[in-house]
């Protein structure tokens, strides 16, 4: 047994930090105010080799009123994207959101609750890893924590971990 840290970065823009941030939604109100689902996935399709920034995604599904409430089967299709949907508590997919961020290079979306999504823009922690003879570790992901996944929460400037976020909405509530 031993121990590895990892310290993974991606990319991702913000609801209120573009060009987009005034344009109004299907539901009346600005990206800025609401439009956390269409940048939470604009950073996704950006993840997979497109180049639309929240505007453009916005511009793409308002035709059809896609975007508010956001449609994901209905996004996902237009940009050729698999719906890759979990459900459960953190226990059950803190691994898979491991794998995405530091093997896959690849943010994932979090509903954090009251209408709101994140999308994981890093890692960092320290975990335990199990090391095979033939090179492959294995790090035990029951260690992580939430506080060791980035966010970059759409609306917000000042949250950046997920467990900042959770106890933002929880406060909400």
Same mark, same amino acid.
């Given at each position: 047994?031993? @121990?590895?840290?990892?310290?993974e +970065? &991606?990319?991702?823009?913000?609801? #209120? $930090?573009?060009?987009?941030?005034?344009? #109004? +939604?299907?539901?009346?109100?600005t *990206?800025?105010?609401?439009?956390? @689902?269409?940048?939470?996935?604009?950073?996704?399709?950006n993840? %997979?080799?497109?180049?639309?920034?929240?505007?453009?995604?916005?511009?793409?599904? $308002?035709?059809?009123?896609?975007?508010?409430? @956001?449609a994901w089967?209905?996004?996902?299709?237009?940009?050729? &994207?698999? #719906?890759?949907? *979990?459900?459960?508590? /953190?226990?059950?997919? $803190?691994?898979? =959101?491991?794998?995405?961020?530091? #093997?896959?290079?690849?943010?994932?979306?979090?509903?954090?609750?009251? $209408? %709101?999504?994140?999308?994981?823009?890093?890692?960092?922690g +320290?975990?335990?890893? /199990? !090391?095979? !003879?033939?090179g492959?570790?294995?790090?035990?992901?029951?260690? =992580?924590?939430?506080? *060791?996944?980035? =966010?970059?929460?759409?609306?917000?400037?000042?949250?950046?971990?997920?467990?900042? +976020?959770?106890?933002?909405?929880?406060?909400?509530?």
């Amino acid at each position: 047994m031993s @121990f590895k840290s990892y310290n993974e +970065t &991606l990319s991702n823009v913000g609801q #209120n $930090k573009g060009a987009w941030a005034s344009d #109004n +939604t299907s539901c009346g109100g600005t *990206m800025a105010a609401e439009g956390c @689902f269409v940048t939470a996935f604009a950073n996704l399709v950006n993840a %997979h080799g497109n180049s639309d920034d929240p505007g453009d995604v916005l511009n793409a599904l $308002k035709p059809n009123r896609w975007d508010c409430p @956001f449609a994901w089967a209905q996004a996902g299709t237009l940009y050729s &994207l698999s #719906n890759n949907l *979990m459900y459960g508590d /953190f226990d059950t997919v $803190k691994g898979y =959101i491991f794998d995405e961020i530091v #093997n896959n290079n690849r943010p994932v979306i979090i509903d954090v609750g009251g $209408k %709101h999504t994140v999308t994981t823009d890093g890692f960092s922690g +320290t975990l335990t890893v /199990f !090391p095979e !003879p033939d090179g492959t570790v294995y790090p035990d992901t029951s260690q =992580i924590t939430t506080d *060791m996944i980035h =966010i970059s929460d759409p609306g917000s400037n000042y949250r950046f971990t997920l467990d900042e +976020t959770i106890a933002h909405t929880a406060a909400r509530m």
